[in-house]
């Protein structure tokens, strides 16, 4: 059986998990992938716990790029790809002569895929990029404020802008092979860390620029206290009579009677101030329910609870995993998300289940390991250059042209939708009459912030007329997103094999919660519980959750905080899947001329986002957990606090100093730092010694021990947290300050996200202009190669879709009059 990418040459020059992640799941698709090494120094980010996997399927080649020879031989090599992918900072691609102008002037052919830290422009360009840096200078740190028995920013554990960032070179090398098909010429895909943080920003941002229309609805959007607040009941933590625990996630109104049904406290439906549309109670009357409903689940072990769960298959739970325990999970291991090797090694299967074109997943490449390509297949590399474009590159949007129809709700797959339009793709949204549940939520910030870009179809899809209407939009589309659960597409007569009948070529990709396979299938989720059940919570709590069984008191403590930490990054996790997924099948179809159906769910796609960890073999190191004081991982990549205001003197306003109290001080001003290597140590040791501080000495800093930390700490505490960002950054040193804007506003008033131009004007069809989202990828160094546009209105195109897909207008007004069309008001 082919492959989606069999024949794709991709050369690599990168380092680090980002670009690493992405050139394994396209040599996992059978892109042949060709790493360089430099001769005679090691690789720090080979020593990675999960580099095994991330380094699978690809051969490597020693070049020493000083010498000249060898360097010719990299132009050969050049030559005879079909991509360059490369995550050096920009003033040693511009050193070299890789950055794309020069480039491209000698390989016209070659896209160049660009993965950076902050970005390739703007202040921070040439800062050493690592996700904790990027988080913590993005306010991502900020959200986790009040898990931990302190206050201020808290390390933001798990890699999502590594995973975001991956997906994005992934799928813009795919957009760029898609198009290259029509002209042979190469493209400029740019992505970073930092653009990796935009996904999980799922509206405040928006609702922040309308502050007179959500005047009581931002604060709770945005994670600004030092105290979380207590879950919503459908979003709930709990703890079971055996001491695990557990998470609920009921978000709609059947699932949560679901929920009271099988733990048995479904007479709170008869109360007559239960409000079982918003699943609130007064004050007082929800406080005791709750209390009622935690002691209810402290009856009994998790796994009964677990047993009841699948059984009845429609309520939202599941149990909270490390990451080492979800490796075993009976539905990752269902749906081949994990697959075991020859030696036993336990890795990351595919990212996507392709019905024509699947993954191979390669051996696991183990520490002393050989992979070096062989010679001939480095001559058959060399002996064939790609050949000249025939004409240059359009330098339009990618996907103009692909047209998606997406059946689906809530946040994951709209916003992987959403993800292709920014990448010019004409997307159709298709809505039940009234709407996706999720424009009613939240005042439809969230709605706004996963949709934009597209054209909404609302239709009553139970009735003939409905079906018939979508089946007609659906018969030229080239690809079809839903997340109905299995045996919905088949009852609504949009299930693959229908809609292959009318439609051979369509990329039929569907996203389910737990995947098609395992105990799972059937049931419904939402985002918290990939959260809990991947790993990413209990990684975020430093694995620290207490067993013995907690009163109440301390269980509304535990559970605001699990709450807090299982914040809603599952979803972008799987939207970002789901967009690298539907461009494998485009890119598929093209070199074969075949539509193929697509599986992806939300564990496996979780599953990814905790890759660092979702891997097993003997002496793997053990993921390093944050400090009990949500810190960080130790003293050269953590969190640390400052003196307030910028003096050197370490001196606010007034002479009071604040900060450095060894991270216990509440709020106040912090910085990241990140120096793992030894060569940034040394910077580190010479900015500061320069500036007239005294430095911690090179052995200190390198044993990496309490004493490191304490001169660390007493370091910047001489200081306020500018003060070190301007000093360090300046000389390429991540260290950033932790204390800035709430990512609502960081967007918006940050000069790396200006310079990037990682926000964009777009309008609100009710709420007028506003600045949303950019694209997660940049072409040919230009954001507005796309223009990207707001959300719609539920039908606001009805009659334009229906009229493209061959309606009259007095069929489309018989369709309105019979309510078969349904459209929201202005």
Known sequence: MSQALDGVRILDLSRGPAAGLAGMILADFGARVLCVTQPGTEDQFTRLGAAPMWRRGKATLPLDLDDEEQRARLEQLCAGADVLLCSWRSASLRRRGLDFESLHSRHPHLTLCHVSGF??????????????????????????????????????????????????AATG?????????????????????????????????????????????????????????????????????????????????????????????????????FDAKQLRLPAAKQEAFRQRMLARIQERPAADWMTELIADGGVVGTTYQSTQQALQDPDIVANGHVVTDAAGVKQLGPLARLSKTPARIPPALLPGSSAEISADALRVWLESPRAAPSRPARQTPPLQGIRVVELATIIAAPMGAALLADLGADVTKVEQVGGDPFRSMGAGIGSARVNPGKRSLSVDMKTEAGKAAVLAVIKDADVVIH????????????????????????????????????????????????????GGVVYQMGERLPADLQDFDQLCLWTRRLMRANEVNPDPNTAMVIATSVMLGLVARQRNGSGQQIFVDMFGANAYANHDDFLSYADKPPRPLPDAQGLGLNPLYRLY?????????????????????????????????????????????????AAGHQAPGADILAAADARAEQALAELFAAAGAAYWQDLLTARGIACVRADGPLPSDFWLTDPQSGAMALTTEARHPQWGSYRRHGPMQIFDGAANTITLKGPPLAGQHNRELLAEAGYSNAEIDRLQADGVLWQAGP
């Open 119 to 168: 970005g390739s422009r703007g202040p921070l360009a040439d800062v050493a990029g690592y996700e904790h840096a990027v988080a913590a200078y993005s306010g991502r740190m900020r959200n986790f404020a009040g898990t931990v028995d302190r206050g201020g920013p808290v390390f933001s554990a798990l890699q999502v802008g590594v995973h975001a960032c991956a997906q994005a």
């Open 641 to 689: 606090p400052c003196a307030r205001g910028n003096r050197a003197s370490g001196t606010g306003p007034g002479g009071k100093r604040d900060g450095g109290n060894g991270g216990k001080n509440t709020g106040g001003a912090w910085v990241f730092l990140a120096i793992p290597q030894a060569h940034e140590q040394q910077t580190f040791i010479n900015a500061v010694t």
């Open 483 to 534: 997340n109905f659960r299995p045996g919905v597409p088949e009852r609504l007569g949009i299930s693959y094999a229908d809609v292959a009948a009318l439609n051979p070529g369509v990329i039929y990709l569907q996203s389910n919660g737990y995947g098609p396979d395992g105990p799972g299938a059937q049931r419904p989720s939402t985002h918290p519980i990939p959260g809990a059940a991947m």
């Open 173 to 273: 090398i795919l957009a760029a092979l898609l198009e290259r098909a029509g002209s042979g010429s190469g493209r400029l895909v740019e992505t970073s860390l930092l653009q990796g943080m935009l996904p999980y920003e799922q509206g405040p941002m928006l609702g922040a620029q309308f502050p007179d229309k959500f005047p009581n609805l931002l604060p709770a959007l945005q994670a600004d206290s030092e105290e979380p607040p207590m879950p919503s009941l459908f979003y709930h933590p709990a703890q079971a009579g055996d001491g695990r625990w557990m998470q609920f996630g009921n978000l709609l109104p059947h699932l949560f009677d679901n929920f009271l049904i099988v733990t048995g406290l479904i007479d709170i439906v008869a109360d007559p101030d």
